[in-house]
């Protein structure tokens, strides 16, 4: 974990900056309280998780669901955009809606990659939504969108409506065809709807609906009390904040932090020099003199290290041949090129410094997406169990069998 300044370097400015957020602070105790209140929606990590959102949207949007609105919410949300818009031109009105019964309308999932997609046969209309929480549109995605629905169903009526947490207008050129509409629409209807029809539905959909409005208004919604709040604390503390914050664990931070943990607890593993980029480490048995005259990289003169590529999007894991005595880095290397797998060399002459003997992929950008600290923590130790139970017995045995390695020390190898 970073420690502010090292700690030792912390002014009696910034110390007492802190102390003064951290004692006696009503607001800080208030927004505390708030987020310690229970919510499911938090507790399952959905909060920014636009799949998450899709997924209950269409399942309050669609009649045929046991949710016990009906086409209520449906409509009320499809009547306050009409009203509230007047930029697009739509092939349906609020009265229509109405009138209208959208009972039989289907709901569709990540068709085309559409986010939600309505479709009602009866009155040949579609309703494209594109729902948008921490990214924005791209590759013209909303004109190809309307486009795909058109080819599909040709002569039918199409709304676009692009859901942001703050109502952000689309693409200049997609503008024409889609209604901006924020999570504060979805938000006062599922409200209002709580309190009209508390006396008719389930009391298990309305603790739902409440935890979904109560997390929209903590995390999503800009002008949120929470939001409010915020803004004052920071209003009043900003220099404690900011040195918070420029000194917070981030996911690189984090990563490192599991690895350092998963390396420590594994016996026989030594950790070598490590920082947030780069994580080394050896197993102990290696320390022997001949692996021990390298130069020029880390400060145990280790020439076998593996090391922890942590990048912003990718960890990967890879043992290098570092710099040192050519004859022994040449062995090593031809070592390698004879025994694959488990070794992989990139390169099969020797390289001016750093030769790349073995590479395993721990993490790639699609484990990123979505994930929790937790869910990336138990990733990361299934690859490392299998690390230590398939290639890492195979990667000791081939250096074992390396005699001239343990004749230098005048040793047998640890078993």
Known sequence: MSQIRGETNLTNVDRKV???????????????ALLEQFNIFEAIGAVRQELRHSDFLAFLLNPQENHGLGDVFLKRLLQKILVATQDVVVPITPIDLDIWSLDHILVRREWQHID???LDEAHKFAIIIENKIDSSEHSNQLLRY??????HYPGWGI????????????????????????????????????????????????????HYTQMLRRHIMSESDIAELCRRIYQKHQRALDLIYEHRPDRQTTVQMILEKLIQETPDMVLDAHLKGNIRFVVQEWDVPILLEGKDWTASHRILLFEFRNEVDSLKLILYIGPGPQETRQKLLDMALQKMPPFKPVHKTLRIKWNSIYQ???????SYEDASDDQLEAEIRKHWTAFLE??????????????????????????
């Open 116 to 118: 939600i997609l309505l």
């Open 159 to 210: 709304i676009g409506l692009y859901l942001t947490p703050d109502g952000e207008s689309p693409s200049d050129e997609a503008r024409e065809m889609y209604l901006s509409m924020d999570y504060g629409f979805v938000c006062n209807i599922l409200e209002r709807l709580v309190e009209s029809r508390a006396s008719t539905l389930g009391a298990d959909i309305l603790t739902l609906l409440r």
């Open 390 to 415: 398939n290639d890492l017995p195979k990667i000791k045995a081939a250096l074992k069998a390396e005699d001239w390695i343990w004749q230098s020390a005048n040793t047998t190898p640890l078993t």
């Open 360 to 366: 395993q992929p721990f993490l790639t950008a699609k």
């Open 146 to 151: 309307r486009e795909q629905v058109r080819r």
């Open 18 to 32: 802190l102390e003064a957020f951290v004692v006696d602070n009503p607001e800080l105790e208030h927004l505390e």
